[in-house]
């Protein structure tokens, strides 16, 4: 059953108006119970890639903690449309991750020689989440 509240009107409503509203209220309930499943049957089958990265990013971080290996992180700002694919030839082969208008990159070697720019080593996620990125 949905709600449709009308807190104020000019006039009094005509009948033809009520029935319209209380039309609107009974057959938004359904639309908004499938949008609501929608949502939860994607959270479900569909891994968002920043949830991804941040996983991968936590378990490097542990490792680095637990054995003292410590690896680079690299970022830079990207301006495309959202629907093109990311294809950036001096990583070819490279692990990266496109999250939102970044490209990350998690490595072992130096990439100081190409346009990205280096990140501090975090110690937690919420040390990389709270770093200010600048163009």
């Known amino acids: 059953m949905g709600y449709l509240v009308v807190v104020e009107t000019n006039e009094s409503l005509q009948d033809d ?5 209380d039309t609107i209220s009974k057959n938004i309930s359904p639309v908004i119970y499938h949008m609501n499943t929608i ?3 994607k959270s479900n089958y569909i891994e968002e890639p920043k949830k ?13 903690h ?19 694919s990311v294809i950036i030839p001096e990583l070819e082969g490279a692990d990266y991750n496109k ?5 990350i990159v998690i490595t072992y070697d130096n990439l100081d020689e190409h346009d990205f720019k280096k990140l501090p080593m975090p110690n937690s996620i919420k040390d990389f989440l709270s770093y ?4």
């Open 39 to 41: 949502k939860e049957l």
């Open 17 to 21: 108006e009520v029935l319209l509203i």
């Open 66 to 84: 637990a054995y003292e290996v410590d690896f680079n992180l690299y970022y830079r700002i990207i301006k495309q449309h959202p629907f093109e």
């Open 132 to 135: 200010d990125y600048q163009d």
């Open 99 to 103: 999250v939102d208008n970044y490209v």
């Open 52 to 64: 991804a990265f941040l996983s991968v990013l936590d378990e490097k971080i542990k490792d680095c």
